[in-house]
């Protein structure tokens, strides 16, 4: 079967946004490796600009737009990091973006977008909302639409994590785990190891209070959130699977281990006190998921960990 | 007249730490080059082991030691980074520490000391007991004295932060900041820079509530705290100049700039939430000197800043 993008997609994405992002550097810790009883391997995406990995699939959407598209500008919902990495990456090629976000999204994130030259368009804080607003944007402006995660565009963009991190590992990693919200990261970093290592098992991690993917893989079809969910302290995985991603979820990753906020909250603190990294909680799932029992059962030394992103809010901190 | 160390011996505890030590990476930042209006160069010492530059300066001392000198172990007294830093140098290389702390230090820090392997010797919180207690143990263990600044060796070790730094910028700096307590670090660095490229300006950033040095330099005589002081975030930078470190900042050191406490806290916020670094106050005392209206007289565009530490107790946090 075919799948949203192949190797060569993902190549032709990283020559395209290699001027443009951080190559972000691998870290190493004597001291988590001693709890995990592993050699990780942390792929900083947390000091990407903007603060995490969405820079690369949205400026790999954006730049893949002819002129003539892209004079008409970027369109997307979000009001998560995604939004600032589009406004980023529009600004850079010098083209409109315009963000659609609920009006009861937090002031700092939108001051974020708009620091970044993008306009924000507020709707309602419904999905139907949200499309409505984005279609009545691109009638009105042309502009083209950048989905969060279920994009081809993205999807390469965000596989191009994995090209860095194996070659920044000697090309030997037996595990790469990656945080699973929508799933463009783990879908992108799946479909590069699939041909450029196979005998890499590829690990998505998931917050127990947004486990559609979990219970997706496990049940073999496509299904939502369950009742009462999402609500996890991992705000950058809330979102479902979508059309694109579900296929490599449920063919190419090997797992999907779910960790509960208590795990998350803990890894987050390891890191920041251990590595001297912010990484946000979404960002730190992966280390929860190789420092969980479940993880004790997989196969291999050399393990790749994505700390997908860096963006709290640090305002709930007393200074 | 002659100073600690030259840039000779700089180079010799370089390549004789040069196995053990982090060459520690040095970041950038298009947010804080904006606000600065200078382009920064930031050494991340936060991400040394131990979370500090002391791990340099420390274990130049312990690898500097005969072997049967060595074999009777080492001692200080400090309740901060340099305890850490020497005990963990010690473990290297598998000799005894013995760090002197008074009974009212903080649970965390005497468990970090002990964690490294080295045996925490209680005194009460004056100077006189440290002193005491420190030479009881010399006379009971015949154990080398390792003070955490007024050394040539410890000066020495924590001169190679410039070698890396002048190195990483491509021999090119108009201007160093470090921060200034006990002036082991800085003085390090003005020695080393001093024959190396005397045209860089070194300055040294200290807080308000330790201002030592700053009087000293302006008054032209090794002065003390003024009463009520130390009282200051920057809990490193408590202590107040050395017999060796006085010339240098006197004679070396082009000026000393003083901030206060609240300054300090938002630049550690600003290098939190921009770099995504987790610095301790101490170690973000430079960057608040640049952002400071003390420093637009200073001229030169290219500014190396030493994060000199990540050690923060992040229970202060809610998580």
Chains 1, 2 share one sequence.
């Not at 969060?148 to 390469?156: E, G, K, L, N, Q």
Request: net charge neutral; charged share 25%; aromatic share 4%.
């Amino acid at each position: 079967m075919s799948f949203a993008v192949d190797l060569a997609g993902i190549r032709l994405a990283h020559s395209r946004i290699a001027g443009v992002v951080h190559r972000t550097p691998v870290m190493t810790s004597e001291t988590l490796d001693a709890m995990s009883g592993r050699r990780l391997f942390l792929k900083c995406e947390n000091l990407q600009k903007v603060g995490a990995f969405k820079y690369r699939g949205a400026s790999n959407a954006v730049l893949s737009l002819d002129s003539e598209s892209a004079s008409r500008g970027v369109v997307t919902h979000s009001s998560g990091n995604h939004a600032q990495a589009l406004a980023l990456a529009a600004k850079r090629r010098g083209i409109p973006a315009h963000v659609v976000m609920p009006r009861n999204a937090p002031d700092v994130k939108r001051r974020a977008v708009e620091g970044y030259g993008a306009r924000v368009v507020p709707c309602d804080p419904t999905l139907q909302s949200r499309e409505d607003t984005a279609a009545a944007v691109i009638a009105e402006t042309g502009a083209a639409m950048v989905p969060s995660y279920d994009d081809a565009r993205v999807i390469a963009g965000q596989g191009t994590v994995a090209l860095e991190l194996l070659e920044q590992c000697d090309g030997d990693l037996d595990v790469v785990v990656a945080p699973l919200g929508g799933g463009g990261l783990l879908s992108g970093i799946a479909l590069a190891l699939r041909e450029l290592r196979p005998q890499t098992l590829v690990i998505g991690g998931e917050p127990e209070g947004a486990d559609d993917a979990a219970r997706s893989k496990s049940a073999g079809m496509l299904l939502g959130h369950s009742p009462g969910k999402p609500s996890t302290i991992a705000d950058g995985l809330l979102t479902t699977l979508g059309t694109l991603t579900w296929p490599v979820v449920r063919d190419v990753v090997a797992r999907v281990i779910v960790v509960d906020d208590d795990a998350i909250r803990r890894a987050m603190r390891l890191l920041w006190e251990r590595t001297k990294l912010v990484v946000e909680p979404s960002g730190a799932v992966p280390l929860a998921v190789v420092l969980s029992d479940a993880f004790r059962d997989v196969p291999g030394e050399r393990v790749g960990i994505v700390l997908s992103g860096g963006n709290v809010d640090l305002d709930r901190f007393r200074w």
